[in-house]
T-cell receptor, first 109, second 114 residues
């Protein structure tokens, strides 16, 4: 699995877009990029995943660079409830998820 | 569809005891994975079961074991509990466990060892 690196923490103003970067320069061609978030003491919540193309769902958008060495998770209109730890994970077939320390996002009123 | 359920949600045990945690996956999901989360080590993979067989195992001592039943429900057992086993134990299920196969997590079981 690709090793991912993320900023330790970020702040975002409520109502603004939150852009969370992730570096996965060692990702292989068939590894998906997954994003999860975890609100204090709850189970991680799936947000979105992608392989090569940009993806969008009701929660967020995922922008993957053309060389696939980095990606950005975008929460278009952050709310206080989006305050959480966000994990970016690279996952290959048959491999388990390897969670790093993630990015602690604080949405400020 | 109902989500992943875990029982019990909270558990207090003493050192030397053993504990069994239960996980019911999302209906139709055949892969179940277990994770341990502690403040010091973060989220760490324990093992994965698919079709009643352990398919993947993390770096944990043999005191940690698991099994999966024919209905895909899974249990994990920790024997001879140590203080360091205090953690949030998370179960996640997915359809087959492949690379593009999303894992969905349960709420976790909070184990406290005294």
């Amino acid at each position: 699995d690709a090793k991912t690196t993320q900023p330790t923490s970020m702040d975002c103003a409520e109502g603004r877009a939150a852009n969370l970067p992730c570096n996965h320069s060692t990702i292989s061609g068939n590894e998906y990029v997954y994003w999860y978030r975890q609100i204090h003491s709850q189970g991680p919540q799936y947000i979105i995943h992608g392989l090569k193309n940009n993806e969008t769902n009701e929660m967020a958008s995922l922008i993957i660079t053309e060389d696939r060495k980095s990606s950005t998770l975008i929460l278009p209109h952050a709310t206080l409830r989006d305050t959480a730890v966000y994990y970016c994970i690279g996952r290959n077939y048959g491999q388990n998820f390897v969670f790093g320390p993630g990015t602690r996002l604080s949405v400020l009123p | 569809k109902a989500g992943v359920t875990q029982t019990p949600r909270y558990l207090i045990k003493t050192r030397g005891q053993q504990v069994t945690l239960s996980c019911s996956p999302i209906s139709g999901h055949r892969s179940v994975s277990w994770y341990q989360q502690t403040p010091g080590q973060g989220l760490q993979f324990l093992f994965e079961y698919f079709s009643e067989t352990q398919r993947n195992k993390g770096n944990f001592p043999g005191r940690f074991s698991g099994r999966q039943f024919s209905n895909s429900r899974s249990e994990m057992n920790v024997s001879t509990l140590e203080l360091g086993d205090s953690a949030l134990y998370l179960c996640a299920s997915s359809f087959r466990g492949g690379s593009g196969d999303t894992q969905y997590f349960g709420p976790g079981t909070r184990l406290t060892v005294l």
